[in-house]
């Protein structure tokens, strides 16, 4: 969860550090407010003049003041002055004044409502570390409180504005901390009890969990197929969040919940195994969606599935040949047990078009290194047959400072799903890798085809360094997205 507590304050109190933004002008970068006539202004205009700040979003220039109040001014850039350029400032500011114990940032008068969301944000995923060793004392971050400074705390949107970012920057550091969790503590049950303890002080929010026998019971042949070969027995969780009122829309979550993926028989080399533990990305990200939709009471019910199972190699684990018999009773003959997650979300999603009913159905997995080859690092493969599903899920992103970008589902390639033994195979060996993997996962969307929608998150899930609001590890990508997603329908 974020460190930082955020707070809005009127005027600027006694503080060691003042963060005072700065926007690109014409010709110079315009200081947007100084938070008192104390000739301070006089001193930052000056410093902008003599160097090389151009107010772009997240630049920072660092004034000491020794002898001064407050001892240290941070100019910070906020580019168009937009929720995304605010939240880069937010960002640069939990970066730079990670040393200081508190700082205040001083939005310009009658700042829109968007402006403290986006700083809000910026500064509490910035804030975000995962570590299970212990930091030296000196290199620990001491930055606790953060005060934006505003001219009514109180006028219209401010407060809501600022309860919403940090719902949405929990519910993605919760994500964060799920899939950062290694694998030697993280599996299919222990993923089960993190969700049960997140939604017990929730109301309206129910969870059913479907262990190894229900599943067997309950013919989800893929999810008891790719968990075969593991002695952490597999499991499939429903999150439920239904409104007081009546919900005019249902959307289903189905996110990919692998706990690690050694590639099965069909084994990764060990530096693709390395990061693995984040191959249940998808399953954090719709249960911290469903989550968050919860605590801010959205008027929309939702449902999240994650099937859940670790792809390990034993004398028990599914081999190449193998065919499954999935939810729903379509077959699939086993090519590659690397191309285990598609197996898992073929049973949630047969599931969730014939038991839950959607309105819309979509689902998150780290799916391909495709995706990466496809669109780099930063960006997620978007695929659905509905224009209109696709471009709000686009808008969305966006806006949540998040990226995606719609990819075709070619259906000539879809021949290549065909098998010999059984109703399809699970890896076609023409390339396109995200595409086949898309076009797999459609054949069991069900009634709800034409209203559902697959995005391959495997490239945007992680992060090597820290950049802007992501710290370097597990991004929690798409539960910003989610969230926006969700507040609109």
């Avoid at 370097?472 to 997205?481: D, E, N």
Wanted: net charge neutral.
């Amino acid at each position: 969860m974020p460190a930082v507590q955020l707070q809005l304050i009127a005027g600027r109190p006694p503080a060691a550090a003042l963060a005072l933004p700065v926007a690109p002008g014409n010709p110079e970068p315009a200081l947007l407010s100084v938070a008192g006539d104390d000739g301070l202004g006089a001193e930052c205009t000056a410093l902008l003049a003599q160097t090389a700040h151009t107010g772009r979003a997240g630049q920072v220039q660092n004034l000491p003041r020794p002898l001064g109040h407050p001892r240290r001014v941070l100019l910070v850039g906020i580019g168009r002055g937009d929720e995304a350029g605010w939240r880069a400032a937010g960002a640069a500011v939990a970066r730079t004044a990670v040393r200081e114990t508190s700082v205040t940032v001083a939005l310009p008068p009658g700042a829109d409502p968007a402006a403290v969301r986006g700083l809000a944000e910026g500064v509490l995923l910035a804030s975000y570390r995962f570590r299970l060793g212990a930091d030296r004392p000196d290199q620990a971050p001491r930055l606790r409180r953060v005060a934006l400074a505003v001219d009514d705390p109180e006028r219209d949107g401010y407060p809501a504005a600022l309860a919403t970012a940090q719902v949405v920057a929990e519910a993605t550091c919760l994500a964060r901390d799920l899939t950062n969790t290694p694998s030697l503590r993280k599996h299919p049950g222990w993923f089960v009890r993190q969700l049960e303890k997140a939604a017990a002080p929730l109301t309206g929010v129910r969870v059913k969990v479907w262990d190894e026998a229900a599943l067997r019971e309950g013919g989800f042949g893929g999810i008891l197929s790719v968990g075969a070969g593991s002695a952490r027995p597999p499991r499939l969780a429903q999150l439920s969040w239904r409104p007081p009122a009546t919900a005019q829309q249902h959307v289903v979550l189905v996110g990919k919940g692998i706990t690690f993926d050694t590639g099965g028989v069909s084994i990764k080399s060990n530096d693709n195994m390395k990061l693995m533990r984040k191959d249940m990305a998808g399953a954090a990200a719709v249960v911290a969606a469903t989550l968050g939709a919860a605590t801010l009471r959205l008027p929309v019910r939702v449902t999240a599935l994650t099937p859940l199972a670790e792809n390990m190699v034993s004398g028990s684990a599914q081999r190449p040949g193998d065919v499954v018999r999935h939810w729903g009773g379509r077959t699939s003959e086993i090519r590659n047990t690397d191309a285990e997650g598609r197996l898992v979300l073929a049973d949630a999603l047969a599931y969730a078009a014939a038991r839950l009913r959607p309105d819309l159905l979509l689902d998150l997995a780290t799916l391909t290194g495709a995706n990466a080859v496809a669109l780099g690092k930063r960006t997620g493969a978007l695929y659905s047959d509905d224009a209109t599903l696709a471009g709000t899920l686009t808008a969305a992103a966006r806006e949540a400072g998040e990226q995606v970008w719609r990819m075709p589902l070619v259906d000539d390639y879809a021949e290549a799903l065909g098998s010999d033994l059984a109703d399809l195979n699970n890896s076609p060996d023409i390339g396109a890798g995200s595409v086949t993997a898309a076009l797999y996962l459609r054949e069991f969307a069900g009634s709800a085809r034409d209203r559902w929608a697959h995005i391959d998150m495997s490239a945007p899930s992680w992060i090597d360094r820290d950049d802007g609001e992501l710290s370097r590890g597990a991004t929690g990508w798409g539960v910003r997205t989610l969230l926006r997603f969700l507040a609109t329908v």
